[in-house]
């Protein structure tokens, strides 16, 4: 049937011509050595043929993740200082030349550990599609051969190992430690928090060699026509025929989804995500689907009822040692100070509202009630100490004895606290006593408190 003058002009593939043949740098006959031994399977082959690969398409995804992933990386540094590496006690515990700057991690805003642990978690799983996306959107470069042409396609190479690899190694291994599955059978936080460093300098060499093409290929086409461009009108972006690494297909095949669409499906999986993610950080509505986060193993009843990440029965918690036995000792004036549990309801009490964060990315705002850490140290002898360390009853674990800055033992929120939303604190959850403190990591808001020591530094 003859075409009307109203009906456009269906479009026109654009033909793809073969790459030009590859042009190498010093030493130009290693690279040619390299290519003549090619393995079977490898080069750039017919396979990849989607016509939505290009570098528009791989800039977009990369630029997002430039933007976003800096965060990650940043407040999960953060969260190390936070744990107290300057006291031994942040894991991994020697780090050589790695180590960051130490500081006392401040006490306000009080939910700032709690900021900083969401946005590693929450933003990094967020970003799972988009880095899927990106890797689908390269897989051809990454099988192409030679693996280099020139020594500075070497170091691009070589940064994208660690790129690659190391961000994989850290969503996996991150993704398993959310959700308490340590298959990997090595620690966890040693492995992450090296890894973090090999991902760190691959990509900060991969920055500084690809960034001008990322520009390129955003200026090579505009966001707006392609999110108003649909499948009959989606095109191969053009090829560039010097570029024998193109990204582009040689045979392209029908579009069978819009560059708008792909762009849809990537951010609605984060979108998702963020969904299924956010409610454990923000709590509300939210909470119940957080299913992507443990929210706890276990839940407590009544003003209890909320996150325990570790019960009194797996920390071997018996009535012989928080019984009516039980006995707090505070350490580090001239003589030890004793006290029960009646005593320590009969002192001044304080409230505070405060969020319990944990590095796993949950976290969960209640009102604790108890005696103030700083009127403790006043009572010990010790005034003004520079850190104290709070040991619990609990036999054996890996957070039974923190060690807290002057900061968050004097800050007057800083609390022994006995009671959680006008009732006494459930033995889950740390009953007689446990440490709650204005933005300190969940694991150093040490439950079954036994002795806290005030000390001055020498």
Not at 122 to 133: D, S
Not at 248 to 277: E, F
Not at 306 to 328: C, H, K, M, Y
């Amino acid at each position: 049937m003859p075409r009307t003058k109203s009906e456009p002009a269906p479009p026109r593939p654009v033909p793809v011509a073969p790459p030009a043949p590859p042009r190498y740098a010093f030493p130009a006959p290693l690279w040619r050595t390299v290519e003549r031994l090619r393995p079977p399977g490898l080069g750039r082959t017919r396979l990849w043929r989607s016509p939505l690969r290009g570098p528009w398409l791989t800039s977009v995804f990369g630029a997002v993740l430039l933007v976003s992933l800096p965060i990650v990386i940043l407040t999960g540094l953060l969260d190390y200082i936070a744990y107290g590496p300057q006291f031994h006690q942040a894991f991994p515990f020697g780090v050589g030349w790695l180590h960051l700057p130490y500081f006392d991690w401040p006490t306000r805003p009080s939910w700032l550990f709690r900021l900083t642990q969401g946005l590693h978690v929450g933003l990094g799983l967020v970003l799972i599609p988009v880095v899927l996306a990106k890797l689908w959107s390269v897989v051809p470069r990454l099988f192409a051969w030679p693996p280099a042409r020139s020594l500075a396609q070497v170091l691009e190479r070589t940064s994208l190992i660690a790129v690659v690899g190391g961000i994989l190694f850290e969503i996996a291994t991150g993704v398993l430690n959310i959700q308490y599955d340590y298959v990997f059978g090595f620690d966890f936080y040693t492995a992450h928090y090296f890894g973090a460093w090999v991902f760190l300098g691959g990509i900060v060499v991969h920055v500084a060699l690809k960034f001008p093409h990322m520009v390129a290929g955003l200026r090579s086409r505009s966001l707006r026509t392609e999110l108003r461009t649909p499948l009959a009108r989606t095109l191969p972006e053009p090829a560039h025929h010097e570029d024998p690494d193109s990204l582009v297909a040689l045979d392209p095949a029908p579009p069978t989804m819009s560059r708008r669409g792909l762009l849809a499906v990537v951010g609605g999986g984060s979108l998702l995500v963020g969904l299924l993610t956010a409610g454990q950080t923000i709590g509300g509505p939210l909470r119940r689907a957080a299913i992507l986060l443990p929210r706890g193993r276990s839940y407590g009843e009544g003003p209890n009822d909320f996150q325990i990440n570790r019960t009194s029965a797996a920390a071997a918690i018996t009535d012989e040692l928080v019984g009516p036995r039980w006995r707090l000792n505070l350490i580090g004036g001239a003589l030890p100070v004793t006290f029960d549990l009646a005593a320590l309801h009969a002192m001044p009490q304080h409230t505070a509202e405060l969020p319990l964060a944990c590095v796993e990315g949950w976290s969960s705002t209640q009102v604790w009630s108890g005696v103030r850490l700083r009127d403790l140290a006043a009572m010990a002898g010790v005034p003004a100490p520079t850190s104290a360390v709070v040991r619990s009853v609990e036999p054996a674990g890996a957070f039974n004895v923190a060690t807290l800055t002057r900061g968050q033992v004097l800050d007057p929120d800083s609390l022994l606290a006995t009671e959680v939303n006008g009732a006494p604190l459930s033995r889950d959850h740390g009953a007689p006593c446990r440490v709650i403190a204005p933005a300190v990591p969940g694991v150093h808001c040490t439950k079954w408190v036994g002795s806290i020591e005030f000390r001055i530094a020498a």
